[in-house]
Nanobody, 120 residues
Framework: QVQLVESGGGLVQAGGSLRLSCAAS????????MGWYRQAPGKERELVAL???????GYADSVKGRFTISRDDASNTVYLQMNSLKLEDTAVYYC??????????????WGQGTQVTVSS
């Protein structure tokens, strides 16, 4: 199992920046995919950014050029740097880890989420 704890959310004005952190309970080198998702009230959860192991990165079109996903292997932490925040970025942000075992069965693990609120 993988436990994930998100932090770094808060209230920020449009145009501002926040950095979200996701601390994992095991080495992220053993996790096939880590990603950030978000969900606004009344809307479906959507992918924001992901990082594969080894080395792939992808972003939703809505955040390209503004958000950056990165990691620190020593601390088992994945980050989401969010710049030029917009009102529509307001949501609960979730960290997800996906692990594929030798049986080729994939397991998904979710953090509890951290609230990001962007004000005008």
């Amino acid at each position: 199992q993988v436990q994930l704890v998100e932090s770094g959310g808060g209230l920020v004005q449009a145009g501002g920046s926040l950095r979200l952190s996701c601390a994992a309970s095991r080495s992220i080198l053993s996790i096939n995919v880590m990603g950030w998702y978000r969900q606004a009230p009344g809307k479906e959860r959507e992918l924001v950014a992901l990082m594969t192991n080894p080395g792939g990165i992808g972003y939703a079109d809505s955040v390209k050029g503004r958000f950056t996903i990165s990691r620190d292997d020593a601390s088992n932490t994945v980050y989401l740097q969010m710049n030029s925040l917009k009102l529509e970025d307001t949501a609960v942000y979730y960290c997800k880890a996906s692990v594929t075992r030798a049986t080729m069965t994939r397991y998904d693990y979710w953090g509890q989420g951290t609230q990001v609120t962007v004000s005008s």
